[in-house]
């Protein structure tokens, strides 16, 4: 998958720090089986049920009120709003995801500088890049990470930076592997096809036994959160500081009810702008969790978005407002909920 790099445009990386002055350093696991599950759930939850608010409780398959709309663009001209919705609509459809080898979506982050952009990337094994796609799927520019390789990219992150935007990548997946975060500076898009980049890398081990982890996000701080993936219908918050190689262990939350395992495994986090609600997506569920306290994150609330076969990246978008979903497969769809 790896692309030619003929006339990239480099961007230079060094000393990112946040406005506040914190620096910034640094699976294919669900086959046919699973498919076969999520199916079997969601033709036996029905399609008329409304969200509970929490995630021990019995509610909805999210879904149900996707619609397809014509006039979908986001406004990206509207005031950025720095928390969640209130409410949300029905989900619409747009793209698809327009290169079929993009098949393996595990990430998503809405830009800041470049309205109307989703940074998005492959699973395990693709190339080492990100890719710049519009609201119709079209991928308008590739980001190459030098020095570094896809073993497990697992989610991809973006907050403010002393040189603007970065972009933060979380090579998090299968506990086996050596994880980091890889900080980029988030290129400002001028019409060039392909940009390269040397990332910040920061390694990092987890205080007790390593886990499996999909979810990561920046807290304003600019400070990582990864968000792991177990099979307990439970999922770890932990916390990456500055200059630290250890991770800090803030709190669980739960993903599912009493007895899931596969559908209940987090796939993919966001955090609103303002670091107070986490946005975390399993295979059959996406829920809102009050992080304002992150060492005591609140219950999860149920919030209704659309089904994928295997759905691995999730983002808010605070120009719009709402959120933006895309699955596996080939050429998959966008789905974007807005506010209600």
Known sequence: MAKGRRGA????ESGLRSPKGHRFTGSREVQGKVVLLVVACVAASGSSRTPTDSAGSEGPVPGSATDTAADTAPDTAAEPLTGPCATYVSAVVLGPVQDGALDEISGLAVSRQNPGILWTHEDSGGAADLYALDSTGATVATLHLEGVTNNDWEDVAIGPCDVGWC?????IGTASWDHSVLIVEEPQLDGAA????LPEVRSFTYPGDPEDAEGLALFPDGTSLIVTKRTDATAGLFQLQ????VLEWLGDVPTGGEGED????ATAVDLSTDGTTLLLRTYLHLYEVDVTDPRVPGVPRAVPFAVELQGEAVAYDPLQGGFWQVGEGSKPSLFFTGCG
């Open 242 to 245: 500055d200059d630290a190689t």
């Open 262 to 265: 596969l559908t209940a495994r």
């Open 194 to 197: 392909e940009y390269t980049a």
């Open 9 to 12: 445009k480099v961007i230079e």
């Open 167 to 171: 972009l933060a990548v979380g090579e």
